[in-house]
């Protein structure tokens, strides 16, 4: 859903926040695994930071809809 969000030129530049967002944290845990930290360790936080993406998500998802049922 949100990558078709992502064709309305009015919410490119949120999608895009979040694609980097989740880009961003891939990279980083890629990181912190390549550095020898263990994936057990580090994991309650990425999954804080998933939890966060995905709020962000609903929320523009919820929003898109909302503006999608107003009658023009």
Do not use: W
């Not at 880009?23 to 990425?46: N, T």
């Amino acid at each position: 859903m949100i990558h078709l969000i992502g064709h309305d030129v009015g919410y490119r530049k949120k999608v895009s926040e979040i694609t980097e967002a989740i880009v961003d944290q891939h990279d980083e845990l890629f990181v912190d695994v390549s550095g020898g930290k263990k994936i057990e360790e580090i994991a309650p936080m990425y999954t804080e930071q998933c939890e966060a993406i995905r709020i962000n998500m609903r929320k523009l998802v919820d929003e898109y809809l909302s503006e999608c049922s107003k009658p023009n």
